[in-house]
């Protein structure tokens, strides 16, 4: 990555100015394996610096920032972090630095409630985390994980007036923009298991356009919005280099049909009878879908498994998810794959009533449309919040207040 100038001394110096290339030498850490995966603690790391970045900015129109939420999710950060750096100590030294330096950084902005300082120093970690990524070698362009840095770095540049960084951040959108677009073209008309995917080439260009036109006239307002636009459509970019193609059929491995697990011929996988008459699916006793979490390691180390603590994600005790999900990226059994709203599609407790949730803490057995634009499941209800407003169920159902359930 850059040296730590390019992040602190001049903040907004463009990404691909200062993102080289990961190192090829393979790490001989026995707990850090380059296998194409993200371990955990450095996936929770990306979470975790992206949560306290949006704590310490706080939502639009008015940006208030959450202190309270932002030091617990700085706690955890800090935890993952250094877990991360234990298990991984050849991860490139120039992005270990910055981080290091940003996490300093995050330290004394919380406590002196310093909103911009922490929110560029959060935002300043989420930034390294493409190229510490592509070390794994993660078949992800680095440039998307940047794209999502950045967006949120010119909602930043904007709000507080610095619009020379912000022509600068946002040439830098384009540049990775340009490099990701073409692959997306191919991507976009195989895929539709993920909403949205056949406009959203167009509506990144269109995003892009009006951040363009902000922030020439320097409307603060506008790029508001783009800055959050960006970032939702960044979210279907990740979900399509995960998306198996139109019609494709799983026949063996993940997804495959099968009776028993020997049918599997996998040691990591089991047969859930209970989806679709039988389908090759994760080891439950490995992914603890619905279970309480701290951080992603406590929901076990497979690469879809995530963690929605309590103080960052608002989940009471943590609860473990899988995501995305599809009918070949298949739940665990006892779990379902469901539309979240404003979320990937991912893996839930299924439920029957609310004595099968975790109702001492809140939780409740609630009705979700299965991922659009095909059906998944195979339940259409988890194991979820109780809703007080429309906008806590997924479209196209609303809630229901008195009950807290979500009705068609």
Not at 57 to 86: C, E, I
Not at 337 to 354: I, K, L, N, Q
């Amino acid at each position: 990555m850059s040296p730590r100038t390019c992040i602190v001394a001049l903040p907004a110096l463009a990404l691909l100015a200062c993102h080289p290339k990961p190192a090829t030498t393979d790490s001989t850490s026995t707990t850090c394996p380059r296998d194409g995966v993200v371990p955990p603690d450095m996936r929770d790391v990306e979470r975790d610096a992206e949560g306290t970045a949006y704590a310490m900015f706080g939502p639009a129109p008015d940006h208030v920032a959450d202190y309270t939420r932002a030091a617990g999710v700085y706690s955890l950060l800090q935890t993952v972090w250094g877990n991360a750096t234990t298990e991984c100590p050849d991860m490139p030294t120039d992005s270990v630095a910055v981080v290091n330096d940003a996490m300093t950084r995050l330290g004394t902005a919380i406590p002196a409630q310093d909103q911009k300082g922490g929110a560029y120093a959060g935002n300043d970690i989420h930034m390294q985390t493409g190229t510490l990524f592509a070390w794994f070698n993660r078949p992800k362009p680095v440039e998307l994980e940047e794209m999502d840095a950045t967006f949120l770095r010119v909602g930043l540049d904007a709000w507080y007036g610095d619009w020379t960084s912000y022509n600068t951040n946002l040439s830098a959108i384009n540049t990775e923009w340009a490099v990701v677009e073409p692959t997306i073209a191919t991507l976009t008309p195989t895929c539709h298991r993920v909403a949205g995917t056949d406009s959203v080439q167009g509506d990144i260009n269109q995003t892009l356009s009006t951040l363009q036109t902000a922030g020439t006239a320097q409307d603060v307002a506008s790029v508001q919005i783009g800055s959050d636009d960006g970032l939702n459509e960044v979210d279907i970019l990740e979900q399509l280099y995960d998306c198996p193609a139109d019609g494709t059929v799983a026949t063996t491995g993940l997804g495959s049909a099968c009776s028993t697990t020997s049918d599997c011929n996998d040691p990591t996988l089991v047969c859930d009878t209970a989806n679709a008459g039988g389908r090759c699916a994760p080891d439950p006793a490995t992914t603890n879908v619905g279970a309480q979490c701290a951080t992603t390691v406590d929901c076990g180390n497979y690469e879809r498994d995530a963690c929605n603590n309590e103080i960052g994600d608002g989940y009471p005790g943590g609860y473990c998810t899988m995501e995305p999900c599809n009918d070949i990226q298949v739940c665990s059994p006892g779990a379902t794959c469901v539309a979240m709203p404003f979320e990937t599609p991912a893996c839930m407790a299924s439920c029957t009533t609310d004595t099968d949730c975790r109702a001492s803490e809140g939780y409740v057995c609630q009705l979700f449309p299965t991922t659009p634009p095909a059906g998944y499941g195979p339940s259409d209800h988890a194991c979820a919040f109780a809703c007080a407003s429309d906008d806590q169920c997924t479209s196209p159902l609303t809630c229901d207040v008195a009950s807290g359930k979500c009705k068609p």
